[in-house]
Structure formats: structure tokens, C-alpha cells
């Protein structure tokens, strides 16, 4: 897999991904207002906020899904207008809330079918797949299973296993726990913490489920209501006491 690229000794990485000002909304409602946040290469970043503070919306635009009214939105220092088929040339790999597997499709038909939009070749196919499947080795056990028959965690570890499959050196991860037990939840993400450490990866995931997002993230981001009210490492909040109190 591709590791981030590193700068050069002295200059300070430009962040995998930041926004300026960024204020968006829907149908006139704005949702965000003047956001800026960064998230540092090679870094997990834990984006949480109440219900509706925003956190999604800030995915969508960032991979295009959903376009800005202002503000600015910068890849790995140069500013951008992002667009999902360019985005996930440049490295970036988004997992959208709610899994999205295709459910009438085998386990191994859902890896094909990502294998064959990234335009990859069969051997390198294959590669890819046994470099996901070392990294989330119970996806072999439903492998021959129609996705829309898994379990929510199983689903949830198929569509973050397919993100892989493009090599990103960005990974957007939005709620991957929503509807897994905390244990379900750490056999997913302690193996992405492993490689992302290896790699380098950038990872900004957005959880409500803090006590397990929080132990594989390098810094903590709140939002509410469309803006950043904290920003910190995790260790800043681990009673979690003062997280209660910004809500
Ligand atoms: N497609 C849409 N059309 C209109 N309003 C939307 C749309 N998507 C989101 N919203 C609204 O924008 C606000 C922010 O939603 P968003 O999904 O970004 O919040 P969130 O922080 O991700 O919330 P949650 O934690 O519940 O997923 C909410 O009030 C929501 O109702």
C-alpha cells in the first residue's frame, strides 16, 4: 500500500486535508458556518458533535458530494474544488454512513465490483484483495455471503474493507460504529489504527461512540452547531466529563 508523502526535513507537512471559513447548508439553512479545521497527515482525527451539528455534511464536502457557499478546502496544502472521481484518484477513500454494500451481491462479487471502478487489472486485483483480507481477516468468513445477509458489523467491515482495496492515503470514515456492539466496533478499528500507523494513512473519522473512537485517534475535534468548540488529543477529555458539559 502507498504511504503519505513525507516533507522534506524542516518544512512542516501541509495537513492531508483542511478547510477555511467553509459555510455551507441546505436550501438556504446553514449548517456550517466559517469552519476551519485541519487534519495532519499521518494522523487519526476524531471528528464528534452532537446529532446534526454537521459532521456529515463536512464529509460530503470534502469529497465533493455536497458543494461549499464559502470558505476554501485545501489537499495536502493546494487549494481544491473536489470532485468524488478526482478525489479518489488523489488517494482519498470515503466510507458514508450507513455501509452502502450492495446487498444482492456475494461478499467477494462487493470487492469485484470496487476492483473493477479502480480499473485494476486481475492480478492486481487479487493482490489488493489478500493485502485487505491480512488486514481484516474475518471478512474470509462470510466471503461466498450475499452482503445484504451480514450482519451490521459485518456490512460495516465489508465497506471499510472495499475503501482499502484503492489504496488511499485519506480515509473518510463517517459513524462506522453505528449499530456495533464497542467490541465489534475495536475488532474493526484496532487493525485500520495498525495500518494506518504503518502507512502513514490520514483518517478522519467522525463517532459519536467516543471511549473506542477516542483510543485510536491522535487528536479530538467538537463541533456544534457548525462550528469547532474544542480541539485537543483525546487524553484532554478522558473523563469525558467536559465533553458532556459542551453539549
Ligand atoms: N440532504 C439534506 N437536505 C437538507 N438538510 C440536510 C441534508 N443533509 C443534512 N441536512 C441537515 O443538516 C444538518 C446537519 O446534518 P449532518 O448530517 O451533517 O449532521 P451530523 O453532525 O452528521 O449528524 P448525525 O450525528 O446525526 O449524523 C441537520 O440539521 C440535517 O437535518
Redesign the pocket.
Known sequence: MTAASKAAPGTAAPPALEVRGLTA???G?E?LSGLDLALPQGEVLCLV??????????MKLLFGLHQPEAGSIHLRGRAIQPRPDAMAREGVAYVP?GRGVFPGLSVRENFALALWSAGLEKVEGEARTEEVLKVLPRIREFWTRRAGQLSGGQQQMVSVGRALLSRPSILLL??PSIGLAPKTFQDLMTPIRELQQRLGMSILL?E?NVGEAFAVSDRVVV?KSGQVIFRGVPADLADHARLMEMF
Open positions: 447548508g441546505y436550501g439553512r449548517v458533535g452532537h446529532n446534526g451539528a454537521g459532521k456529515s455534511t463536512l454512513e463517517d459513524e467522525v459519536q463541533m
